[in-house]
């Protein structure tokens, strides 16, 4: 059993940003890892669409899995850090974007989560948010889901709602098809012990 003490006068609001004008989450290319030869790597993803200062979550890769920080891109890759290692994905690897506070440093309570898309338009596909657990797999869960993510905007996790407490090493993942390419942005506040 685990205790945590808030102190109420001694925590500080953070805010999370991602971005992107295609998927949220999706597969990798069936190509190899690229040593960059400056301490990153090369990940291909075509027509990616993400942004730089995302981070995500690459999953099914021998060397690369876990969460990322895009460092820099191109159309069609991704740049992480990462030790190189030879490896010639498949292309059935997958990423998500996602947040995890540095697991080493405290838990963490989310106050709020906002996805906005760019125009009305969506594709009438599901929008979802769930928990990778640091305690494993037996306490994944999805979190929320919006089954027809068609707005220009859609709030959601308000604090006053739903269970907001996470382990430092909780990774919060998001997945949206997004069809037809309208632009996102994510917004996540949350708070922890200053």
């Known amino acids: 059993m685990g205790a945590n003490v808030w102190d ?4 500080v609001v953070e805010k999370q940003y991602w971005s ?4 949220i989450n999706g597969t990798v290319d069936n190509a190899a890892v690229v040593d960059n030869g400056d301490g990153t790597v090369q990940i291909p993803i075509t ?11 690459l999953a099914g890769t021998t060397n690369y899995n876990g969460v990322h920080e ?3 891109l191109d159309t ?7 030790t190189y290692a030879v490896e010639n994905l498949a ?9 995890q506070i540095n697991p080493n440093i405290q838990d963490y309570q989310i106050l709020e989560i906002r996805l906005t898309l760019s125009a009305v338009g969506g594709a009438a596909e599901a929008y979802s948010i769930d928990l990778d657990s640091a305690q494993g797999a037996a306490w994944d869960v999805q979190l929320d889901t919006e089954a027809n993510m068609t707005a220009v905007q859609y709030s959601i996790w308000k604090a006053w709602t739903e269970r907001r ?3 430092g090493g909780d990774i919060i993942t998001f997945s949206y098809a997004n069809t ?5 942005g994510i917004e996540l506040i949350y708070r922890r012990q200053s």
């Not at 069609?76 to 990462?82: C, E, F, K, S």
């Not at 037809?180 to 996102?184: A, D, E, R, V, Y």
């Open 180 to 184: 037809n390419s309208k632009t996102w």
């Open 70 to 72: 895009i460092v820099s």
């Open 76 to 82: 069609d890759y991704i740049n992480i850090t990462a």
């Open 165 to 167: 407490y996470f382990n």
């Open 47 to 57: 027509a990616h669409g993400m942004s730089e200062g995302n981070f995500i979550i």
């Open 91 to 99: 292309g059935t690897e997958t990423y998500k974007n996602c947040f």
């Open 20 to 23: 992107g004008t295609k998927k």
């Open 8 to 11: 109420e006068s001694k925590f």
